[in-house]
């Protein structure tokens, strides 16, 4: 638990829940930042800043989708950022809690590398730009802050979606190659598995863009006027990602059935060439078995040129067919 209390023209950072107490209770705006759960900080939520404790609940579990709720004083937000995992397809989802006030923004999250973490080292390096903002005239100045922290959530969706381009252009080149032999199996899993990523993103993306969208209408007081274009610009952002997401899923689905169709094809070509053989043995099968049956009346029984004409017979018929299977171009 950490937070940056900006109090009488100071910035400082305290980890006491005292001092967080005092300085909220003097008038000053305050940014907490939360990982885990800790009795203190449900304390200082309940009692200090009078979040509801439904709103606590669900910032200390980890919820499905992302949601927004407009409480009395203040607005609580739930959106997911998104973590790439070492390959594309594993799409992880990280919960990002926000609870915005007049004077109070509570952030909380368990991934180190996340919007927050990012923010907030980049509020510790200059904190006059923290001072600045919430500094600023007019309604909820810390507000500046909470848009900064959404805003670079969704950028980090755009790298992450990229990534998705790139696989499918890899996998389209090798279908040709792979579908229908032994390394198509695995190729149809990294397909899968891409589909299945981008169906974990888009079922989340689907309701983190309304939230979005309703932050982008100014349809709560915690949001200031000045405030709203840099919203509409941040919904506009993820609106991309949505869109793209929902084109490469798209083209997965395309490239799934371009695989299946080339497997099917090399499947029918096997076939073919195997039917084409067998239709040349069949005749010579037939000659070999009636010089096989061995009856004392049959003339070319005793007739010393009777096996090569036998093998003269048989070659002379597979090359008649063979020339036949050519002539139709079948082969």
């Given at each position: 638990?950490?937070?940056?209390?900006?109090?009488?023209?100071?910035?400082?950072?305290?980890?006491?829940?005292?001092?967080?107490?005092?300085?909220?209770?003097?008038?000053?705006?305050?940014?907490?930042?939360?990982?885990?759960?800790?009795?203190?900080?449900?304390?200082?939520?309940?009692?200090?800043?009078?979040?509801?404790?439904?709103?606590?609940?669900?910032?200390?579990?980890?919820?499905?989708?992302?949601?927004?709720?407009?409480?009395?004083?203040?607005?609580?937000?739930?959106?997911?950022?998104?973590?790439?995992?070492?390959?594309?397809?594993?799409?992880?989802?990280?919960?990002?809690?926000?609870?915005?006030?007049?004077?109070?923004?509570?952030?909380?999250?368990?991934?180190?590398?996340?919007?927050?973490?990012?923010?907030?080292?980049?509020?510790?390096?200059?904190?006059?730009?923290?001072?600045?903002?919430?500094?600023?005239?007019?309604?909820?100045?810390?507000?500046?802050?909470a848009h900064a922290v959404l805003d670079?959530?969704?950028?980090?969706?755009?790298?992450?979606?990229?990534?998705?381009?790139?696989?499918?252009?890899?996998?389209?080149?090798?279908?040709?190659?792979?579908?229908?032999?032994?390394?198509?199996?695995?190729?149809?899993?990294?397909?899968?598995?891409?589909?299945?990523?981008?169906?974990?993103?888009?079922?989340?993306?689907?309701?983190?863009?309304?939230?979005?969208?309703?932050?982008?209408?100014?349809?709560?007081?915690?949001?200031?006027?000045?405030?709203?274009?840099?919203?509409?610009?941040?919904?506009?952002?993820?609106?991309?990602?949505?869109?793209?997401?929902?084109?490469?899923?798209?083209?997965?689905?395309?490239?799934?059935?371009?695989?299946?169709?080339?497997?099917?094809?090399?499947?029918?070509?096997?076939?073919?060439?195997?039917?084409?053989?067998?239709?040349?043995?069949?005749?010579?099968?037939?000659?070999?078995?009636?010089?096989?049956?061995?009856?004392?009346?049959?003339?070319?029984?005793?007739?010393?040129?009777?096996?090569?004409?036998?093998?003269?017979?048989?070659?002379?018929?597979?090359?008649?067919?063979?020339?036949?299977?050519?002539?139709?171009?079948w082969v």
């Open positions: 638990m950490r937070a940056f209390i900006y109090e009488a023209g100071a910035l400082r950072v305290e980890t006491s829940a005292s001092a967080m107490e005092e300085a909220y209770k003097k008038g000053g705006h305050l940014w907490l930042q939360l990982a885990e759960s800790s009795p203190e900080a449900t304390d200082l939520m309940l009692r200090v800043f009078q979040i509801h404790p439904l709103t606590v609940e669900d910032i200390w579990k980890d919820c499905h989708l992302p949601k927004i709720e407009d409480f009395e004083h203040y607005l609580h937000i739930i959106a997911h950022a998104v973590k790439p995992g070492d390959r594309c397809g594993e799409t992880e989802l990280q919960e990002v809690d926000v609870v915005l006030g007049e004077r109070l923004l509570v952030t909380r999250t368990t991934d180190a590398t996340s919007s927050v973490h990012v923010v907030a080292e980049e509020l510790r390096r200059n904190p006059k730009l923290f001072a600045k903002v919430v500094a600023e005239p007019g309604a909820n100045g810390i507000a500046w802050v670079r959530l969704v950028d980090d969706y755009l790298p992450f979606v990229d990534r998705y381009d790139e696989e499918i252009h890899r996998l389209e080149a090798m279908i040709v190659a792979r579908a229908g032999t032994r390394g198509g199996q695995a190729l149809m899993s990294e397909i899968l598995s891409l589909k299945r990523g981008l169906q974990t993103l888009r079922r989340t993306a689907v309701h983190q863009r309304e939230v979005l969208l309703r932050l982008s209408r100014g349809e709560f007081d915690e949001i200031p006027n000045d405030l709203k274009p840099f919203f509409r610009d941040v919904f506009d952002h993820f609106s991309r990602v949505t869109d793209l997401a929902d084109g490469y899923r798209e083209l997965l689905t395309s490239l799934l059935d371009v695989f299946l169709s080339v497997q099917s094809n090399r499947m029918n070509e096997v076939m073919k060439t195997l039917t084409l053989i067998s239709t040349i043995m069949l005749p010579l099968t037939f000659i070999a078995g009636v010089y096989g049956m061995n009856f004392e009346s049959m003339p070319e029984l005793h007739w010393a040129f009777g096996y090569p004409f036998a093998l003269s017979l048989m070659f002379g018929t597979a090359v008649v067919i063979f020339g036949w299977f050519r002539h139709k171009k």
